[in-house]
């Protein structure tokens, strides 16, 4: 199986200022992973993925970086806006296909 | 290109009965996945369609059941509903697993 947790369920960031968060899995052979945002009511929205073949992924204002020797994945967002406020959620793909979710960790940009 | 579509978006039923819900993936995608989602457990695996065949199956009861047509559209049927089958239900479509997953807005879903 698989576990997924996200380390803090809150975290507020001013607006600018970059914002990190964390996410950690248990299975040793996930060999995907990805990042949603979700809005209030509406679904998870796809932020950025990675493989297990690399250790880096950058997109716009997000980068992924994933240390598979501790099993530890995080998201970063720079210049946090208000419009980033939502629920973050890293999804990890097992090795039956199927996708194990964390909790998701609730981000509140502050004006 | 269309997301994916979930209809209906709210639901209100009572315990006892039956629901069907209905989920049309982004063209292309022949992978349908659906979720429960609650504020206690978070993002549950429901099931995975592919090509008009279940994959993969989470741990539900078998009260929760689904289908998926060969235009990979997907339904999925709750029956002898609980108070605890409140939730929202995702679904989220796919070239196949191991690409990412689209999802859409959801149904509510409320058990009086």
């Known amino acids: 199986g698989e576990s997924v947790g996200l380390h803090l369920p809150t975290l507020s960031v001013q607006e600018g200022d970059n914002s990190i968060i964390n996410c950690a899995y248990s299975?040793?052979?996930?060999?995907?992973f990805i990042w949603y945002k979700q809005e209030s009511g509406k679904g998870p929205q796809f932020i950025i993925d990675i493989r297990s073949n690399m250790d880096k992924r950058q997109g716009q204002r997000v980068t992924v970086l994933l240390n598979k020797t501790v099993k530890h994945l995080s998201l970063q967002i720079a210049a946090t806006q208000p419009g980033d406020s939502a629920v973050y959620f890293c999804a990890v793909l097992n090795t039956g296909n199927q996708f194990y979710f964390g909790t998701g960790t609730s981000l509140t940009v502050i004006p | 290109k269309a997301g994916v579509t979930q209809t209906p978006r709210y639901l209100i039923k009572t315990r006892g009965q039956q629901v069907t819900l209905s989920c049309s993936p982004i063209?292309?995608?022949?992978?349908v996945s659906w979720y429960q989602q609650t504020p206690g457990q978070g993002l549950q695996f429901l099931f995975e369609?592919?090509?008009?065949?279940?994959?993969n199956k989470g741990n539900f009861p078998g009260r929760f059941s689904g289908r998926q047509f060969s235009n990979s559209r997907s339904e999925m049927n709750v029956s002898t509903l609980e108070l605890g089958d409140s939730a929202l239900y995702l679904c989220?479509?796919?070239?196949?697993?191991?690409?990412?997953?689209?999802f859409g807005d959801g149904t509510r879903l409320s058990i009086l």
């Open positions: 299975n040793s052979a996930s060999d995907y």
């Open positions: 063209s292309g995608h022949r992978s």
């Open positions: 369609y592919f090509s008009e065949t279940q994959r």
């Open positions: 989220a479509s796919s070239l196949d697993p191991v690409y990412p997953q689209h």
